[in-house]
């Protein structure tokens, strides 16, 4: 969550001579942003308690155009951790020929004059929690073995019914709610057969009690009728979630296919069988195609998004790209919900910027095979750890299966 104002400092601003506004200006506008932010997420003003770090990085004049922006990024029980910046964005001509008292210039460049970090409270008796926005549990997924992740690449991938069945209950025990599974044959090689599907699910069944969000994604080359495989299945062997990818990208040196047609066949399929769809986003005009779906009655609202950044061929991992796509999906006027899968080195960074802001985080060998740097995960359950590790830091909850259910809104 964050707020951004932009404001002129007149002459009455400066405090020093040539012009030059006291830094106490900046913690001025840092205060009002804090304001909107604490009547965003709790309804109230609050109060300011404390700054624990302030940066004044570059003068201030009168005649400048300051962009403060503030974002929260811890959640405590009353109180909220906020992180501020201040940045130069317009500044008076300098006197020259070409320039008049009244000439101004855009900086090309936005410079940064503040930094800051502090936290508010928002004292439970005036919090209005159940209307305004704090964020909701985050739900951790575990995506335990993918398509193209192997043995050689990590040891502790599962690949059998049973394997998968065991990795799944722990990454329950760790904190996920939902195991993202693909299948594997006994070369270990990507399968969409319902049968090996039907031997998974039960296996994770009769070991945890989680959401089952089976792939329609398969593997590069599989045809449509392949990839549905698992909406085959039915009664206590039917997922309750099932992946729709709605875009073809570049995938390392491969290419995934995802004809227009192709698309509305896997989206009526999945909506024929009943589950819920997570609609798969690698790239920016995935947005745009979801949309269609949406105003075709392809999907319906409440829509679930998984941005999976940081593919080869796709759009890359950044705080930058995540937010562009949080305020496009924001645009589609519906409810919805979201997670983000960071690729290879990018997972963790970007589940803790998806927790932070309010998403919900995926992690697991699927997309990454590396607890930290040079050391492999000793299967997902360290992840889910990790993942649960960067919930508690930021202060939110981690949803139980009971509340993924509810927010996912499986069908």
Same mark, same amino acid.
């Given at each position: 969550?964050?707020?951004?104002?932009?404001?002129?400092?007149?002459?009455?601003?400066?405090?020093?001579?040539?012009?030059?506004?006291?830094?106490?200006?900046?913690?001025?506008?840092?205060?009002?942003?804090?304001?909107?932010?604490?009547?965003?997420?709790?309804?109230?003003?609050?109060?300011?308690?404390?700054?624990?770090?302030?940066?004044?990085?570059?003068?201030?004049?009168?005649?400048?155009?300051?962009?403060?922006?503030?974002?929260?990024?811890?959640?405590?029980?009353?109180?909220?951790?906020? #992180?501020?910046?201040?940045?130069?964005?317009?500044?008076?001509?300098?006197?020259?020929?070409?320039?008049?008292?009244?000439?101004?210039?855009?900086?090309?460049?936005?410079?940064?004059?503040?930094?800051?970090?502090?936290?508010?409270?928002?004292?439970?008796?005036?919090?209005?929690?159940?209307?305004?926005?704090?964020?909701?549990?985050?739900?951790?997924?575990?995506?335990?073995?993918?398509?193209?992740?192997?043995?050689?690449?990590?040891?502790?991938?599962?690949?059998?019914?049973?394997?998968?069945?065991?990795?799944?209950?722990?990454?329950?025990?760790?904190?996920?709610?939902?195991?993202?599974?693909?299948?594997?044959?006994?070369?270990?090689?990507?399968?969409?057969?319902?049968?090996?599907?039907?031997?998974?699910?039960?296996?994770?069944?009769?070991?945890?009690?989680?959401?089952?969000?089976?792939?329609?994604?398969?593997?590069?080359?599989?045809?449509?009728?392949?990839?549905? &495989?698992?909406?085959?299945?039915?009664?206590?062997?039917?997922?309750?979630?099932?992946? =729709? @990818?709605? &875009?073809?990208?570049?995938?390392?040196?491969?290419?995934?296919? @995802?004809?227009?047609?192709?698309?509305?066949?896997?989206?009526?399929?999945?909506?024929?069988?009943?589950?819920?769809?997570?609609?798969?986003?690698?790239?920016?005009?995935?947005?745009?195609?979801?949309?269609?779906?949406?105003?075709?009655?392809?999907?319906?609202?409440?829509?679930?998004?998984?941005?999976?950044?940081?593919?080869?061929?796709?759009?890359?991992?950044?705080?930058? @790209?995540?937010?562009?796509?949080?305020?496009?999906?924001?645009?589609?006027?519906?409810?919805?919900?979201?997670?983000?899968?960071?690729?290879?080195?990018?997972?963790?960074?970007?589940?803790?910027?998806?927790?932070?802001?309010?998403?919900?985080?995926?992690?697991?060998? #699927?997309? @990454?095979?590396?607890?930290?740097?040079?050391?492999?995960?000793?299967?997902?359950?360290?992840?889910?750890?990790?993942?649960?590790?960067?919930?508690?830091?930021?202060?939110?909850?981690?949803?139980?299966?009971?509340?993924?259910?509810? =927010?996912?809104?499986?069908?």
């Amino acid at each position: 969550m964050k707020s951004l104002i932009r404001v002129r400092m007149g002459g009455r601003d400066a405090h020093y001579a040539g012009g030059l506004v006291d830094g106490a200006r900046m913690l001025e506008l840092f205060g009002d942003v804090a304001t909107e932010l604490c009547i965003r997420a709790d309804g109230d003003e609050g109060l300011f308690r404390a700054y624990d770090a302030v940066e004044f990085l570059a003068p201030v004049r009168a005649g400048d155009f300051i962009e403060a922006e503030g974002r929260i990024v811890g959640w405590g029980t009353t109180s909220l951790k906020m #992180e501020f910046e201040a940045r130069k964005v317009i500044v008076p001509t300098p006197a020259r020929a070409d320039s008049f008292a009244s000439s101004a210039d855009v900086l090309e460049r936005a410079e940064v004059v503040c930094r800051a970090s502090g936290t508010c409270v928002v004292p439970r008796a005036t919090r209005r929690a159940a209307q305004f926005g704090r964020p909701r549990p985050c739900v951790i997924t575990a995506a335990i073995v993918g398509a193209e992740t192997t043995r050689a690449q990590n040891p502790h991938l599962p690949l059998s019914a049973d394997e998968l069945g065991e990795e799944a209950a722990s990454c329950a025990a760790a904190g996920a709610s939902v195991i993202h599974l693909h299948a594997r044959d006994d070369e270990g090689r990507a399968s969409q057969d319902t049968e090996r599907f039907r031997a998974a699910v039960r296996a994770i069944r009769a070991r945890c009690d989680v959401i089952v969000q089976t792939s329609t994604g398969g593997a590069v080359g599989m045809s449509v009728a392949e990839r549905a &495989g698992p909406l085959a299945l039915t009664g206590a062997d039917a997922p309750e979630m099932a992946t =729709l @990818n709605v &875009g073809t990208i570049n995938f390392g040196d491969d290419v995934f296919m @995802n004809r227009a047609a192709d698309t509305v066949e896997m989206a009526g399929r999945i909506r024929a069988h009943g589950a819920t769809p997570e609609i798969e986003i690698y790239d920016a005009g995935h947005v745009d195609i979801a949309a269609r779906l949406l105003a075709d009655g392809h999907v319906a609202a409440p829509l679930h998004f998984q941005f999976v950044l940081g593919v080869a061929g796709a759009l890359s991992a950044s705080a930058r @790209n995540l937010e562009f796509l949080v305020e496009r999906v924001e645009a589609l006027g519906v409810p919805f919900s979201w997670g983000v899968a960071g690729v290879g080195r990018h997972q963790l960074p970007m589940a803790d910027l998806a927790i932070t802001w309010g998403g919900n985080a995926r992690v697991g060998l #699927e997309d @990454n095979i590396y607890l930290e740097k040079g050391v492999l995960a000793e299967g997902s359950a360290p992840l889910v750890a990790r993942a649960v590790e960067l919930c508690r830091a930021r202060g939110r909850q981690v949803a139980s299966v009971a509340e993924a259910r509810a =927010l996912l809104a499986p069908r």
